[in-house]
């Protein structure tokens, strides 16, 4: 296949990871298609920059299980060696955040208490034991000389995980970390491609980037029987076996998720989003807007990798660094309930966004007012969020931007826009509720749930910072064609009768630009100059799902106990949190 404008190299060596396999609709094709060719390159090169902080949750756990695994080490020495460091976990890599330590602590103790209890059951149903296995699995076509129809001369499947065999090498055993609890829903094709690496691959040795395989094909000294797959939450030391298959049914479960690979690497297309932030492909990308100087922001001292930034990203960051590093980057989670006013919040969403997305297109003026008890099923939330989110949806109905639209106007239910701004090598993220037309103009509608009335001392724009940024790409022309023809929408809704409000912004009024870009460049200059991501404390511990780990975080919440109404809005300083 002819390279896409943007990368350069070879494109003959398809390598895969089992994730690769699964369904995305986020996913922008060229950026999966490059990155499974390893031997293309961004052109022009762009340099690798260490993180100031690892940004790899696992690392420092797998470097941790690798001591107490393949050098000898005790559960207990380990735990001393994560509790004197200061900086680099063994002396190598990014300095590691002291809150990401004493996770990979806990999860230490979980994953080794977890796979005591699978192996002791294992014996006693007269399974072998499995031992650490050094070498990750791999599975290799041999090289050809004429490339195929996707231009590859050479296969690789490749594995992630924690890998054990027993020592008659009749049982393999994978087990994949998951953040939180034990997942049990990974992908038919991705389980698939890892029943063929465990059944029919070998131990290969790690080689440098972009350094080619050898031309044979991985050979095994021997099939095992039985190839089996754990998932372990390392929040719980949860462990759900996915898969336990003989080879025969690994080959068969391999040929049913071919389909899904052939996919991934040959699909064609552009989709901006979060795929850019490490697509090889970006600098001849033609369907990522670029916005510079979108707010007016300066370069970080020091040069960091590309990254993304949403608003999600400027709230988290604003109430307390450590937590934008810990759960929005590392995605720690203590699996800590949300508080109720997010819940119900996030149920109104969810009621509204399935309704807009209907076809043909139907406002919520012609549908009947929900039952507090359907709001209760389909979203499990109690009695009283129920009845309050029952009555925001019916307050919805007459503020509704479908009610009398044309059938022939376009209809975009959390939409994704997508922005670069190449001075700093950002990639901004927003996701509206809604982006519909009016009659050639393009309307952002932002919908907000809370049992207060709005603020009338401070500006919509500094309240509700995604306003300030939907003001930004409209002004940018990251969507639509002309700001003069835009408009940004506040849909603040309450429960009481007549209490909900619809507020219109303008986004081509020079003092609404001036306004936004003095918003976003407060909060964001700050986190781009970030390099420690120090913990703040206050209010926002309480709901932390990093505050299990983090000591002034639960210090604070120890010396002030929980108010009893907490927060009863949805997040006022960004968009709803995405969903784990």
Not at 237 to 261: K, N, T
């Amino acid at each position: 296949m002819q390279n896409p404008p943007g990368v350069a190299g070879h494109d003959w060596l398809i390598r895969a990871t089992p994730r690769m396999a699964r369904p995305d609709d986020a996913a922008c094709p060229t950026h999966r298609r490059t990155a499974m060719r390893p031997l293309l390159v961004a052109d022009p090169a762009v340099p690798f920059r260490r993180p100031p902080r690892e940004e790899f949750a696992f690392g420092p756990l797998f470097t941790a299980l690798d001591l107490l695994e393949h050098d000898g080490w005790s559960v207990e020495r380990v735990r001393e060696e994560l509790r004197g460091t200061r900086g680099p976990f063994r002396g190598w890599g990014a300095s590691v955040h002291p809150a990401h330590l004493a996770w990979t602590a806990h999860s230490l103790e979980r994953y080794v208490a977890a796979r005591t209890r699978e192996q002791a059951a294992a014996v006693e149903a007269g399974l072998p034991e499995t031992k650490p296995v050094k070498q990750p699995w791999t599975w290799r076509t041999p090289r050809t000389d004429a490339p195929d129809a996707r231009g590859a001369r050479q296969y690789e499947h490749t594995l992630w995980g924690r890998m054990y065999t027993s020592s008659d090498e009749r049982v393999r055993d994978l087990w994949l970390p998951s953040m939180g609890r034990a997942k049990t829903d990974r992908p038919d094709a991705e389980l698939g491609a890892v029943a063929q690496v465990m059944a029919f691959g070998a131990p290969t040795p790690r080689r440098k980037q972009h350094a080619q395989p050898p031309p044979t094909a991985t050979e095994g000294t021997r099939l095992p029987r039985l190839v089996r797959v754990f998932d372990v939450g390392c929040a719980d030391g949860s462990v759900e076996e996915l898969l336990s298959v003989d080879p025969a049914e690994a080959r068969q479960r391999f040929r049913d998720a071919v389909p899904a690979f052939v996919t991934a690497a040959t699909e064609l297309g552009l989709q901006p989003g979060e795929s850019c932030v490490d697509c090889k492909a970006i600098a001849g990308c033609t369907d990522l807007k670029r916005t510079p100087r979108l707010w007016g922001g300066r370069p970080p001292a020091l040069a960091r990798q590309r990254r993304s930034v949403s608003v999600w990203d400027l709230r988290l960051y604003a109430e307390c660094p450590a937590q934008y590093h810990l759960v929005r980057r590392l995605h720690l989670n203590d699996l800590s309930a949300e508080h109720r006013g997010a819940q119900r919040g996030r149920a109104v969403d969810a009621w509204l966004d399935a309704e807009h997305a209907e076809r043909p297109v139907r406002g919520c003026r012609d549908r009947e007012i929900p039952e507090p008890t359907a709001v209760r099923a389909r979203a499990g939330l109690d009695d009283t969020s129920a009845r309050e989110a029952a009555a925001m949806l019916a307050e919805h109905r007459l503020l509704c931007p479908l009610n009398g639209l044309d059938a022939d106007e376009q209809v975009l239910v959390q939409h994704r826009v997508t922005a670069y701004v190449p001075e700093l090598d950002i990639v901004v993220l927003a996701v509206p509720d809604l982006v519909y037309t009016h009659r050639g103009r393009w309307i952002w509608r932002e919908t907000k749930t809370s049992t207060r009335p709005l603020w009338e001392r401070d500006s919509l724009l500094h309240t509700y910072p995604q306003l300030a940024l939907g003001v930004l790409l409209f002004h940018a022309g990251a969507l639509g064609d002309d700001p003069r023809r835009s408009w940004i929408e506040l849909e603040h809704l309450r429960e009481g009768h007549g209490e909900s409000r619809l507020e219109p912004i303008d986004p081509g009024r020079a003092e609404n630009v001036d306004e936004a870009r003095a918003v976003i460049a407060e909060l964001a200059q700050p986190l781009l100059d970030d390099t420690t991501y120090e913990p703040r404390t206050g209010r926002h511990c309480h709901g932390c799902q990093a505050r299990t780990w983090c000591r002034p975080g639960t210090a604070y919440v120890t010396d002030h106990p929980r108010p009893p109404n907490p927060d009863t809005q949805t997040s006022p300083r960004g968009d709803a949190a995405p969903h784990a």
